[in-house]
T-cell receptor
Framework: NAGVTQTPKFQVLKTGQSMTLQCAQD?????MYWYRQDPGMGLRLIYY???????DKGEVPNGYNVSRLNKREFSLRLESAAPSQTSVYFC???????????FGQGTRLTVV | DAKTTQPPSMDCAEGRAANLPCNHS???????VYWYRQIHSQGPQYIIH???NNETNEMASLIITEDRKSSTLILPHATLRDTAVYYC???????????????FGTGTRLTIIP
């Protein structure tokens, strides 16, 4: 049982490049989330998806797009990376109200 | 949305109980209180959650006041491995019916002193 799997674990991009962060969960959870965490800061919600086919903006959605491909997968896309997007990105999933969320181990992204 | 307030940092002696407070004075009746921790730069780890009653599991105890406006996470016998940032969050409803989102604050950095 892998839980929440994120790929890649590390990535370096040049300013203006694009990339997609992948996230998959094998717990049959309805809700999935993308967060970013800057050095010394707490987690900030970028986007979330309550179910397949639905997505909603979080606190810091600018510069990102998401896609809930199916119930298992939730991807985060940076169309034109900027140095301000250098951060650690975490994906999470959760079940119904009252159940806990499970996090992936993060993707460390550096934009130069 | 209910907000939480936590002290930015705390110290606790190894082997003693660590008591981490959280204020959530605007919590609504059907919102749960969750606690997570983050060790170094790993993904956050679930600890415990509750609605009204006090809860206990193998990791910790959660004490929620009767008015539900505050709670305390108790690590009964803190070890050095409990050094981490601890987040108290409430489960909030999103913009669409049935949507849920987790919103983290800045947490409490707990340092266990040998």
């Amino acid at each position: 049982n892998a839980g929440v799997t994120q790929t890649p674990k590390f990535q370096v991009l040049k300013t203006g490049q694009s990339m997609t962060l992948q996230c998959a969960q094998d717990m049959n959870h309805n809700s999935m989330y993308w967060y970013r965490q800057d050095p010394g800061m707490g987690l900030r919600l970028i986007y979330y998806s309550a179910s397949e086919g639905t997505t909603d903006k979080g606190e810091v959605p600018n510069g990102y797009n998401v896609s809930r491909l199916n119930k298992r997968e939730f991807s985060l896309r940076l169309e034109s990376a900027a140095p301000s997007q250098t951060s650690v990105y975490f994906c999470a999933s959760s079940g119904l109200r009252g159940t806990e969320a499970f996090f992936g181990q993060g993707t460390r992204l550096t934009v130069v | 949305d209910a907000k939480t307030t936590q002290p930015p940092s705390m110290d606790c002696a190894e082997g003693r109980a660590a008591n981490l407070p959280c204020n959530h004075s605007t919590i609504s009746g059907n919102e749960y209180v969750y606690w997570y921790r983050q060790i170094h730069s790993q993904g956050p780890q679930y600890i415990i959650h509750g609605l009204k009653n006090n809860e206990t599991n193998e990791m910790a105890s959660l004490i929620i006041t009767e008015d539900r406006k505050s709670s305390t996470l108790i690590l009964p016998h803190a070890t050095l491995r409990d050094t981490a940032v601890y987040y108290c969050i409430v489960r909030v409803a999103g913009s669409n019916f049935g949507n849920e989102k987790l919103t983290f604050g800045t947490g409490t950095r707990l340092t266990i002193i040998p």
